[in-house]
């Protein structure tokens, strides 16, 4: 057999926190169909491959020597985008990147949380953030959203001002559940809170409500609004996270990343398939347009899909979740089981494979 087979995890000395729980697992099965991460149907445009490619070539003479530790360029570039998208007039010294905002979160629990430190979190939401708040040994503090996913802002702040987190987390739009927060919901949040609030703005590109980004002047030493090159732009395997907020909260993030974390292969894709940003954005439209269509098709099958401003929908109901799903990947659709009871939640894909899900959810329903 392998070498080291003998020795099972629960033999090693591992933390007793970390005994028993499994990793982050959404399913990678090789099925038609799959809507099960919220990517970006649409591969890059050609121009984007050629150009990421070119990048790449370029940075390769220089891999003998370590890439800038601090990604000043890209941070230039993410920040030049945002200030576009948002209006907002943001530097370099406003932005961090990481690799995926997943690291960006485990580097502000590393920072702002740890041991003795909790997060708060309104659930359902990102899985993510109570496994990064396990992983840097911060308490995950549960918080509930109301019957229909939505954010009771009124009862989220007093809860806040209550359980006093070092961190909250506000997901906006929600994943699984795809509403977003309005900001003045938030603001009831940000003027409780006596630590860091972080709004995760993964799916912000596909929402018709404005980016959290507005109110970093007004809570400077409070938010942080993390954001990511995983959906809208295409890019999740790049792996591309970044966040914006006040330049102390970067400073602070600089005490915990490792030196070059961002390689340099990424940081010039990144830069190069930014170039290309009016491109891969162009299907944010056409996919929150499939998404409504998408919504409406469910609804006259008789199912209840909650509204959703991102590039998922979360519907229902079944009578058993993990059966349908079952259903769904035998007939070569792969979705996603959240774990919330009596749904399922499907990405968006392209109209093709849109039309592909409709049919066999029209099958599951019977
Ligand atoms: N936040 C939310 C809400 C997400 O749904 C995801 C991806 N599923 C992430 C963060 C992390 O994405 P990435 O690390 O690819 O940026």
């Known amino acids: 057999g392998e070498v080291g087979a003998e020795i099972t995890l629960g033999q090693l000395p591992l933390r007793d926190d970390l005994r028993g729980k499994s990793p982050y697992g959404a399913p990678q ?18 121009a984007l491959v050629a150009d990421v490619a070119g990048a790449v070539r370029e940075a390769a003479r220089e891999l003998h020597r370590y890439p800038d530790r601090d990604a ?28 995926g905002s997943n690291e960006i979160l485990q580097q502000l629990l590393q920072a702002f949380g740890g041991p003795g430190r909790s997060a708060l979190g309104f659930e359902p939401s990102y899985s993510m953030h109570p496994i990064i708040a396990g992983g840097t040994r911060t308490e995950w503090v549960p918080a509930p959203r109301r019957d229909d996913f939505t954010l009771d802002a009124e009862r989220a702040a007093t809860l806040v001002a209550d359980r006093a987190p070092d961190v909250v987390f506000l997901t ?9 927060i309005p900001l003045t919901d938030l603001e009831m949040v940000l003027r409780a809170a006596p630590g860091i609030v972080v709004i995760d703005e993964a799916y912000a590109e596909f929402s018709s409500q ?44 600089q005490l915990v990343r490792l030196p070059y974390h961002l390689s340099a292969l990424t940081q010039a894709a990144a ?3 930014l170039r290309h940003a009016d491109a891969t954005l162009g299907s944010v439209a056409l996919l929150a347009a499939e998404r409504e269509r998408v919504a409406d098709a469910l609804r ?31 007939k070569g659709v792969l979705i996603r089981d959240v774990g919330i009871s ?5 990405s968006i894909g392209t109209a093709e494979e849109n039309d592909t899900f409709l049919q066999v959810s029209k099958e599951v329903r019977g």
Request: without cysteine; proline residues 9%; charged residues 15%.
């Open 29 to 46: 099965l090789d099925v038609p169909v799959r809507l099960n991460t919220n990517e970006n149907p649409f591969p890059p445009p050609a």
């Open 72 to 99: 000043v360029a890209l941070r230039r570039d993410l920040a030049a985008y945002l200030s576009t998208a948002t209006g907002v007039s943001l530097t370099e010294r406003n932005v961090w990147a990481a690799n």
């Open 172 to 180: 906006s739009p929600n994943n699984p559940t795809g509403g977003s």
């Open 210 to 253: 404005p980016s959290a980004v507005h109110l970093l002047a007004e809570y400077p030493g409070r938010l942080v609004v993390s954001r990511t090159m995983s959906k809208a732009f295409a890019f999740a395997g790049g792996r591309l996270g970044y966040l914006a907020a006040a330049p102390a909260v970067v400073d602070a993030l």
């Open 271 to 273: 830069r190069a398939a």
């Open 300 to 330: 006259g099958m008789g199912y209840e899909p909650v509204p959703s401003d991102a590039n998922f929908i979360l519907f229902g109901p079944f009578s058993d979740a993990a059966a349908a799903w079952k259903s769904y990947v035998e």
């Open 342 to 346: 009596g749904r399922l939640r499907v």
